[in-house]
């Protein structure tokens, strides 16, 4: 009996002395890695077995994992806390003895395939902190003088049991640095992402963030747009385009109508979720985290949303983390938005000088250039903008410019030089020139802005056009801006005047070189005078003939009428002409028009030495035909059928042909415009009109006896009607052909 208790006092002696050694281990560890290591190695040596192996519990996905293991497998292990014997013991509480392994339907073969490790027998006891909570399982593996006993479950449960205190406080250590690293890091996050002033990085970052924070598969940033009422997101993790709904619509609806942060466990179940975006992108949602973000007035800006929490649904930490890194998000929304804003108005800025024509200069206090725009490097010939930064305004404006720097002095107030010179690198330039100081918000001076508008090539081109037309009308066409693009080349509709003095070469015979130019001169300027005044552009003297075109460059509604009433003015102005000739003793001069309106094309044609702005086309060649065809009819005005068709206004007219006019197939009406005559130069006017009108009728229909009685009245009316005369031998000859081939056309011989 002595012996039985002397033995019974020795077994508690050395137990107390081995948990004292474990407590002592324990003790001077310094991570929960080193206490664990630790207690692995006491357990497998006093235990004597192959291989311990600590495995801790995974609350959030409910799985055990190998923080400490022996042998020569160092990877992670994880399976669920309910499979295998150690998944047995955590989920039972209580220790496990398993003599043959494979024999156990507990048992996972699944960790030895992995391992390459063959288990034979094993012996498992939950650990549990002071307070009794369970946070893992030890596990011994592999005895190896014979099999676990009870006696070795009830030492492996006191060594973990003893080992729990230091187990738990190195547990808390490791969970309050953790807590602590974290918010470091979110610290860290927020300022990164309030010190972001680039709004497509930032909400790039903040997504990714959130993604990283929360542990999450994917993570989206919903902005509002107050103008569709819609929510957007200009970036999104796996997204290829933005997304867009109304701002009521789906979870993120919600979310945003009604200020709740919203955790879904399972999307699918929620009647609320829109599957609509899962089908748009082939993401598939299982749980959901949003919550509003909102600015620092309290206005609801967006939503963030989190998809898909590894390995199961967001806890109440993640919404903490959540709410509180969207507080702050907000405001480095905000920033960005705002510094977006000032960055689109500098840019803008920066545009609109780069494609100013005119040059802008900027002088600081200094008299130092600060800023000069493309347009002023060019007009200032200068290679670069480097060139002129930060350089002394007066030694770029000196010499002949040197007025400029004096001006600069004294400015005190807005100040416009119009039409001055300035000269640089030997090249004189005509411009109008804009002084004016800059000032800050309290009027303090900051420089002097310098305005250079280059008007030479308007100049030049005002001086070209004026040649052409009325300098009024220049002046109109190049304040409308469009000179360029008409001497560069323009078609428009437009109706050709052509005049030609009759019997020329007659009337000059007597009066040799100077009084031939003396005449013209005299002649062209009561001409050129009907044209400008009714907004004609003069093209061209041919010799004693004038072209004249309107409706280019500047069109008008009534241009056909315009080109009307300058023939029938240009009429008038010659009959004064050859009343001031007859009373100097000279002979009359007479003159024929013609007049079509047609498409034609204008610009400045010519070669590199010599250029002339005219108008080219067929329209131009018909209005020469018209007018050639006045000798041959007697007439003085002439217009197509074009003209006559566009006209606005009631004029005197008849028609008196359709011909075939030479290098053309199609036949054309002529008319005749008799405005410009009196009782004098037509009698009876009325009356003759009528008859030739109906001789014109039977003319076209091919009754020549009828149309021959007709123009013969019309003769007695006004005998001198070459027209009448005409048509009574025309139809003299017709009668002579078969009706049947007749058509109403006469095929002119000449042009």
Request: proline share 2%; with cysteine.
């Amino acid at each position: 009996m002595a012996t039985k208790t002397k033995t019974t006092i020795s077994k508690k002696e050395k137990f107390s002395e081995l948990l004292l050694q474990v407590n002592n281990d324990l003790a001077i560890t310094n991570s929960l890695d080193e206490a664990l290591e630790a207690l692995v190695g006491i357990t497998t040596s006093i235990i004597k077995c192959e291989r311990g192996t600590i495995f801790l519990n995974d609350p959030k996905s409910e799985e055990l994992y190998s923080r400490v293991a022996q042998g020569n497998f160092m990877r992670e292990i994880r399976f669920m806390n309910t499979k295998g014997v150690a998944g047995w013991s955590y989920t039972n509480e209580q220790g496990a003895i398993v003599h043959d392994a494979y024999k156990d339907n507990r048992f996972n073969k699944n960790v030895d395939i992995r391992t390459g490790f063959r288990t034979k027998s094993i012996l498992c006891t939950p650990l549990r902190t002071v307070s009794g909570k369970r946070i893992g399982v030890s596990q011994l593996l592999n005895k190896m003088d014979g099999q676990f006993s009870d006696e070795d479950l009830e030492l492996l449960e006191a060594m973990t049991a003893q080992a729990a205190i230091a187990i738990q406080s190195h547990v808390a250590l490791e969970q309050m640095e953790l807590a602590r690293k974290k918010e470091l890091e979110f610290m860290d996050l927020v300022s990164e992402i309030s010190s972001e002033l680039e709004l497509t990085s930032l909400l790039a970052k903040i997504i990714a963030t959130i993604t990283t924070m929360l542990d999450a598969e994917r993570s989206s940033l919903f902005i509002n747009d107050e103008k569709t009422n819609e929510l957007f997101t200009m970036v999104g993790e796996g997204l290829s385009q933005e997304l867009r709904f109304p701002n009521h619509m789906g979870i993120a609806g919600h979310v945003f109508t009604s200020g709740e942060t919203v955790n879904i466990p399972h999307a699918y179940a929620d009647l609320r979720f829109n599957p609509a975006v899962d089908k748009t992108t082939g993401f598939f949602t299982r749980s959901m985290l949003c919550a509003p973000v909102t600015n620092k007035d309290g206005k609801i800006i967006g939503v963030s949303q989190v998809l898909n929490k590894q390995g199961g649904g967001f806890s109440d930490e993640d919404v903490s983390r959540l709410t509180a890194f969207t507080s702050q998000i907000s405001i480095g929304i905000e920033n960005a938005s705002l510094f977006d804003n000032i960055q689109s108005l500098m840019n803008y800025n920066e545009s609109m000088l780069n494609s100013m024509s005119n040059g802008v200069i900027t002088v600081d206090g200094e008299g130092l250039v600060e800023k000069c725009n493309p347009a002023g490097i060019k007009i200032l010939k200068m290679e670069s903008e480097d060139a002129i930064l930060k350089q002394e305004f007066k030694k770029i404006f000196k010499g002949k410019n040197k007025w400029i720097v004096e001006k600069l002095d004294k400015i005190e107030d807005i100040e416009f030089i119009a039409d001055a010179e300035l000269e640089f690198a030997g090249e004189k330039i005509s411009c109008n020139v804009t002084i004016m100081p800059l000032t800050g918000g309290e009027n303090e001076s900051l420089g002097i802005l310098l305005m250079i508008e280059d008007i030479s090539t308007e100049k030049r081109m005002k001086s070209t056009m004026s040649r052409y037309m009325d300098a009024d009308l220049a002046d109109q066409l190049l304040a409308g801006g469009d000179g360029d693009d008409v001497m560069g080349g323009k078609e428009s509709i437009g109706t050709v005047l052509f005049s030609d003095i009759r019997s020329f070469t007659t009337l000059t015979e007597s009066l040799g070189a100077q009084g031939t130019v003396g005449f013209l001169n005299d002649y062209f300027t009561i001409m050129v005078d009907c044209i400008q005044a009714e907004g004609g552009m003069l093209d061209k003297f041919i010799g004693d003939a004038i072209m004249a075109i309107f409706g280019t460059p500047v069109a008008h509604d009534d241009d056909p009428d315009r080109g009307l009433r300058t023939a029938i003015q240009m009429m008038l102005g010659l009959n004064e002409f050859n009343v001031l000739r007859k009373s100097q003793g000279l002979p009359p001069v007479d003159h024929g028009m013609g007049l079509n309106t047609d498409q034609i094309v204008s610009g400045n044609i010519g070669s590199p030495k010599r250029m002339d702005y005219t108008v080219i086309g067929d329209g131009v060649n018909l209005a020469a035909r018209v007018e050639s065809s006045c000798k041959k009819y007697g007439a003085h005005i002439l217009m197509s059928e074009y003209t006559f068709h566009a006209l606005k206004a009631t004029y005197r007219t008849r028609q008196i042909d359709m011909v075939v006019v030479k290098g053309k197939t199609v036949p054309v009406g002529v008319y005749e415009v008799l405005d410009y005559h009196t009782k004098e130069t037509f009698p009876n006017m009325i009356e003759v009109l009528e008859m030739f009108n109906n001789g014109i009728e039977y003319y076209n229909e091919g009754n020549w006896d009828k149309a021959i009685t007709q123009f013969k009245k019309a003769q007695k009316g006004n005998p001198d009607d070459k027209c009448s005369n005409m048509y009574v031998e025309r139809c003299g000859i017709l009668k002579k052909r078969d009706p049947k081939d007749w058509d109403g056309v006469w095929v002119a011989t000449s042009k």
